[in-house]
């Protein structure tokens, strides 16, 4: 869909999205390659201690026919529900295929979550079907009551009496025909993170994948490259891991390195990125601040040709770390688990400017507005707003049409998120509404406070937060994680106040320095402030 046009404002310009009749995920991501070259590789798994064992198309498409048809045998029907509960490996895929299949939807989840969080989310999408692990089995065992819909559980570590054993399914051998589906069919329920308060589900038709290929080529620098070789520490579950690298990744031919990890461990991602050749990364920027800390980072010798960074600001400190360390130019993308990858730099076309998050992805209209719903102007800050029709654009919230509703003036999508837009289209986050902190007057986004603060030599990770005061309305909090070899004391808490006082303003810089061991973040990496707003 993208022309060959390397000339992005003639390529935003000249975009127009050409959707097929006929979409579907299995077809997308697996069936597509299995038919033309069955051993191509679409996986490489690592597994602790033992080298990368690769993992067909043919593979895929075999194991998930089977996997399809023995799921299809037990009741399970198109429109359906079915939960992913798995780290990152073949059954994720297999599953994912499989489920597609039977125009079955897939709710990704994270084993992150602990069991309250996952029987939320089984409940609120009434899923009837769940592929897990082990872990998952102990996780569902220990729901204070199990969803009412949940008929069908199948273990990749065996059946017992309450899960079906996921190989001997397999073994069964069957084989179905592909239900026939339009890219407009839902086809993902994806949780969003729960930044802000309970987790929604957002239902996506297929098309969503569609959506993300053309910005993909671009920020990974026209992908796919002969050698291209992809990898995400993100959980697979989340709509980064899921859509900002796996799917698009299969769909391009291009091999995905699979870990299975719980914790991120930024010294094993440079030594895996080393290890498994991966050349193109989708990295979450709490896990490129986290690799900062990393000394020497070119011991491990990782060789990267792309990266992708999204979810929070990527910052400058961050952005010129990552080309000395990384040696690449990382181009950050904006968007949301509702609707992704509308906003992006691309290097590779001449856009990327430290500090902004890029310009809107061709094929996607962005557009800036104030409370009132009018246009703002270069430099007026004011909400992000994402014009429909979009492929990438969600179905709607999964029973909540009111939420939905709520959500869009006319065609436009409201994010929630504030930004401003330079004279030459540049796009700046400021923040999200909920985390804009008012002091003395002043409007002020925790982004730019905290890009300052991690530029502190003691600091790890930081945010800044809004605390209620009676003078100012609010003033600049912030809550700093150290790096290893610093301890906290009220010295220390002095000269990180000064340090963004002499380099922002005296209105933007933290009067209160709390420090804390670890900060409260989401399972894709997001400093959840909500929580540190809350801390007296
Ligand atoms: P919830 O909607 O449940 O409160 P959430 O908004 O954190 O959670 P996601 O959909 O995973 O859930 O995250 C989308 C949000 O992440 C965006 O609305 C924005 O606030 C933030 N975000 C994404 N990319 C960037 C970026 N490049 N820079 C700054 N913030 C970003
Ligand atoms: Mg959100």
């Not at 198109?78 to 780290?87: H, I, N, Q, S, Y």
């Not at 952005?319 to 904006?334: D, I, K, P, S």
């Not at 030599?457 to 809004?466: F, N, R």
Request: aromatic letters at 8%; hydrophobic letters at 45%.
């Amino acid at each position: 869909m993208l022309p060959e046009i390397r000339d992005h404002a003639r390529l935003s310009a000249e975009f127009r999205w050409r959707l097929p009749r006929r979409f579907s995920i299995a077809e997308a991501i697996c069936d597509r390659w299995a038919t033309r070259e069955p051993d191509r590789t679409a996986l490489l798994l690592k597994r602790p201690g033992a080298a990368l064992e690769p993992v067909s198309y043919g593979a895929l498409r075999a194991a998930s026919q089977a996997l399809a048809a023995a799921l299809a045998k037990r009741g399970l029907r198109r429109g359906d529900r079915a939960a992913v509960l798995l780290p990152q490996g073949a059954e994720v895929v297999t599953a994912h295929v499989a489920l597609s299949r039977l125009g079955v939807v897939v709710a990704p989840l994270a084993l992150a979550f602990g069991p309250d969080g996952i029987a939320y989310r089984l409940g609120d999408c009434d899923a009837r079907a769940i592929v897990t692990n082990a872990e998952g089995l102990a996780r569902l065992r220990a729901m204070a009551a199990q969803p009412p819909g949940l008929e069908i559980v199948v273990s990749v570590d065996g059946g017992d009496g309450a899960a079906l054993d996921y190989a001997g399914l397999i073994a069964e051998g069957g084989a179905v025909e592909d239900e026939a589906l339009t890219p407009d069919d839902p086809a993902l329920m994806i949780y969003t993170s729960g930044t802000a308060g309970a987790p929604k589900g957002a239902l996506h038709g297929g098309r969503v994948l569609l959506g993300h290929l053309p910005g993909l080529r671009m920020t990974h620098e026209f992908f796919p490259q002969p050698g291209d070789r992809a990898w995400t520490p993100a959980d697979w579950a989340w709509a980064g891991g899921l859509l900002n690298l796996l799917m698009p990744a299969l769909h391009y031919g291009v091999a995905v390195v699979a870990q299975p990890a719980t914790k991120f461990d930024p010294e094993a991602a440079f030594a895996l990125m080393a290890e498994a050749g991966v050349r193109n990364a989708f990295l979450p920027p709490t896990a490129l601040r986290l690799m900062a800390g990393v000394p020497n980072p070119e011991r491990f010798g990782a060789k990267l040709r792309s990266a992708v960074a999204a979810g929070e600001r990527l910052g400058e400190a961050t952005f010129h770390w990552a080309r000395e360390a990384l040696g690449v130019t990382v181009n950050e993308v904006y968007g949301q688990t509702e609707c992704n990858y509308v906003l992006s730099s691309a290097a590779g076309l001449g856009v990327s400017k430290p500090g902004f998050i890029g310009k809107p992805t061709p094929g996607h209209v962005v557009g800036l507005f104030d409370d009132d719903g009018r246009p703002c102007g270069p430099d007026e800050p004011g909400e992000i707003c994402v014009r429909r029709p979009d492929p990438i654009l969600f179905l709607g919230y999964w029973n909540r049409p009111e939420a939905t509703a709520e959500k869009f003036r006319g065609d436009w999508w409201r994010t929630g998120d504030q930004a401003v837009m330079d004279h030459e289209g540049y796009v700046r986050f400021v923040g999200r509404d909920d985390d804009v902190i008012t002091t003395s007057g002043y409007r002020v986004g925790p982004g730019e406070i905290e890009d300052c603060l991690s530029r502190h030599p003691a600091v790890a990770l930081a945010a800044a937060v809004g605390k209620p005061d009676a003078l100012r309305t609010e003033i600049v909090r912030a809550f700093v994680q150290l790096r290893p070899g610093f301890a906290p004391s009220e010295a220390l808490a002095g000269d990180i106040s000064r340090f963004v006082r002499e380099r922002l303003s005296a209105h933007e810089y933290p009067r209160e320095v709390t420090f804390v061991d670890e900060l409260p973040l989401t399972t894709s990496g997001k400093v959840i402030r909500r929580q540190l707003r809350d801390r007296a």
